[in-house]
């Protein structure tokens, strides 16, 4: 099946890319390099089946062979992003998100939406429903994300109902494994480079804050089984197995046998306290739940980190 997938050289992008490819697919990569990586496409670049567009799609789509799925994965997603890129983030949970949904209309293609977690800010409800309405600061530093996908949500939702648009929408939790951007600024990439090189890992506030991590392949199976499936209503998609931030760091001072301490830092403004998906509508309507467990994954992003540095 022709398949585009847009945000192709982020660290999910390239994963579900490479699923696609394996399978059989033919697929159209989309990426304006904001926050993605060209070594990402290079290997991508290997398989035949594989076409590489640079485009911002933001802009007016560039013209192409209709596709019959389109994986909407293009957004800068890590809270180091937020700063200095809030407004290439909104454009692209709205202008993106329109252009996608203009050309699954004239295609008759099935279009999938990474949307987030943060939709749900900083929870008052624990673990996170769908049905959850979310406790988001609309004009604080995580808003252009949280709103922005907030606004893509309502755009898929209104455009499905006014056109028929064929719409899958994921909330996708924490993920992690090879081929994370090291310096992307999220905690798993810094914890691990940091017990690496011998460096302090350096944990936000008291490090009490929890989060739910999912290794990467089982995300990719989610996103798929979803976008096959006829469920319209958003679904999330992470691991439901919750650690608290300081024992993340231990952790991986333990897998890797590092020296390095633990030091702590500032906590960044609204950084939601506590994150754990509840995913019984995952489970339920799409038979997916996480198959990885946390010290296989960890040990393989390790290593592939390891595997970099030498
Ligand atoms: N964090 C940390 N040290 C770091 C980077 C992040 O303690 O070097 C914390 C951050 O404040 C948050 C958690 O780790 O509580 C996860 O942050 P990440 O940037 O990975 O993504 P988020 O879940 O906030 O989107």
């Not at 309405?133 to 606004?151: A, I, L, M, T």
């Not at 081929?179 to 009490?208: K, Y």
């Amino acid at each position: 099946m022709r398949i585009l997938v847009t945000g192709c050289a982020g660290f999910i992008g390239y994963h579900l890319t490479t699923r696609l490819l394996t399978d059989g697919h033919d697929v159209v990569g989309l990426d304006n390099f904001v926050s993605g990586s060209r070594t990402n496409v290079d290997a991508l670049r290997d398989n035949s089946r594989f076409t590489f567009v640079e485009h911002d799609v933001c802009e007016p789509l560039p013209d192409m062979e209709l596709p019959k799925r389109i994986y909407n994965l293009a957004c800068p997603a890590s809270p180091s992003d937020f700063g200095p890129r809030p407004l290439e983030i909104l454009a692209v949970c709205s202008r993106g998100v329109e252009n996608l949904l203009e050309l699954a209309q004239r295609s008759g293609a099935r279009l999938f939406h990474a949307s987030t977690s943060e939709v749900y800010g900083d929870p008052r409800e624990h673990p996170q429903k769908e049905t959850y309405w979310g406790h988001v600061n609309p004009v604080g530093p995580r808003s252009c994300y949280d709103e922005g996908k907030r606004f893509a949500e309502a755009l898929l939702t209104a455009h499905a109902r006014a056109h028929s648009t064929a719409i899958r929408i994921a909330r996708i939790f924490n993920t992690y494994g090879p081929n994370m951007r090291s310096d992307d600024g999220r905690m798993l990439p810094n914890f691990i480079c940091q017990a690496l090189s011998g460096e302090p890992l350096t944990v936000h506030g008291d490090g009490r804050q929890t989060r739910s991590f999912c290794y990467v392949d089982d995300l990719v199976a989610g996103i798929i089984r979803l976008t096959e499936s006829d469920v319209t209503e958003p679904v999330n998609l992470g691991n439901p197995v919750e650690i608290s931030i300081i024992d993340v760091a231990r952790e991986v001072i333990e897998l890797t046998e590092s020296a390095s301490e633990i030091t702590h830092i500032d906590r960044p403004k609204d950084d939601p306290s506590v994150r754990r998906p509840d995913i019984t509508r995952a489970r339920t309507l799409l038979g997916w739940q996480p198959e990885v467990d946390r010290a296989v994954g960890f040990r393989r992003t390790i290593e592939w980190f390891r595997s970099r540095k030498s």
